[in-house]
């Protein structure tokens, strides 16, 4: 199970949010891409922020972390895009074999 990871990031809207996932399929970077409407409060700039945004999910394996934060941040709007990863350590085996199966190779 420890292969496989969950990345989450937000973005202001779900066309853009496609946009990235879209690019992550196209290079077998991630199995799958999960979108959720979300509402967010956060301090920027010194000032309480409400926001609607899309949080964007992420499942692929743990040795592509790098080129998925490297792909959100070059296409993102945000000055410091949130980008979390989150280690899965159980989970359906058939289901994180597929995971694995479903992305490529790491170059490393």
Sequence with gaps: MKKVILVETTYPNLSSAKKLAKILLDQNLAACVQFFEIKSMYVWQKKIQNDQEILVRIKTKNSLYKQVEILIKKHHSYKIPQI?????????????????????????
């Design 84 to 108: 979390f990863s989150i280690q899965i350590n159980q989970g359906s085996k058939t289901y994180c074999d597929w995971v694995v199966k479903s992305t490529k190779i790491s170059s490393k």
